[in-house]
């Protein structure tokens, strides 16, 4: 099991924006592809978005497309979801997961950060 940790998360107005970022701790984040995945009251866990070792292949769920941009900085040993054009509905509890590759259920998970976006 790796360590991941989340942050970033908070209270936004719709419309707003919010940088999520997951550390990695004790190894390097590197050699994963990681995911962000949230869970909101009452719904099943989704996958938002999952992003390769090298940072050249994204994936998104429909309905962030154009708004969520996943990305990592190696350097900082950290991935960030950077989340424009916020609304009600992504409200959620958001996780970073580290796995072999993308689609598989990884095998690390953060704690999570709450998200909450509302006027």
């Known amino acids: 099991q790796l360590q991941l940790v989340e942050s970033g998360g908070g209270l936004v107005q719709p419309g707003g924006s919010l940088q999520l970022s997951c550390s990695a701790s004790g190894f390097r984040l590197y050699y994963y592809t990681v995911a962000w995945f949230r869970q909101a009251p009452g719904k099943e866990r989704e996958e938002v978005s999952c992003i390769s070792r090298g940072g050249d292949g994204t994936n998104y769920v429909d309905s962030v497309k154009g708004r969520f941009t996943i990305y990592r900085d190696n350097a900082k040993n950290t991935v960030y979801l950077q989340m424009n054009s916020l609304k009600p509905e992504d409200t959620a509890a958001y996780y970073c997961?580290?796995?072999?590759?993308?689609?598989?259920?990884?095998?690390?998970w953060g704690q999570g950060t709450q998200v909450t976006v509302s006027s």
């Open positions: 997961a580290a796995g072999d590759r993308c689609g598989p259920p990884p095998h690390s």
